[in-house]
């Protein structure tokens, strides 16, 4: 039985919520005590997300120009990004916790991708 259970459909679904959730959690949470980084990293990436959704071919990508595969690369890019960035700069207390768990989440979403047979060579 495999572990890889999050399809493509699944991952649509998550994209906008979470893309939401980048922008609004920071400032819900008061990010940025440690570092203003803090709060607009996560922001910046959610705009990001949302347009990166919208521009993806997959059922609910709006315009769907960018391939499904790319989305998932920049996904694992984010999600290793976000595990560093408390490192890089210097991020401590609740603003490090918020990126820690945000990059493993991705990380952990990105790696149970369950690529379908129309999609050869997928993760």
């Known amino acids: 039985m495999s572990l890889r259970f999050v399809s493509k459909e699944i991952h649509a679904y998550l994209d906008y919520p979470v893309a939401v959730g980048l922008m ?3 400032g819900l949470l008061s990010l ?3 570092h203003p980084m803090a709060f607009w990293l996560s922001v910046v990436t959610g705009v ?3 347009v990166l959704t919208v521009l993806t071919d997959h059922h609910l ?3 769907r120009v960018l391939p499904y595969k790319l989305h998932l690369a ?3 890019v984010v999600g290793g990004a976000f595990l560093a960035a408390p490192f890089l700069f210097g991020f401590s207390g609740l603003d ?3 990126y820690w768990v ?3 989440t991705v990380a952990v979403v990105v790696s149970l991708h369950k690529a ?3 999609e050869p060579g997928l993760l």
Do not use: N, R
Request: proline share 4%; charged share 10%; hydrophobic share 55%.
């Open 116 to 118: 379908d047979t129309a």
């Open 24 to 26: 609004a959690m920071p």
């Open 102 to 104: 945000l990059g493993a």
């Open 48 to 50: 990001a997300a949302f």
């Open 32 to 34: 940025g005590q440690s």
């Open 61 to 63: 990508g709006l315009i």
């Open 96 to 98: 490090a916790a918020y």
């Open 74 to 76: 920049v996904d694992g």
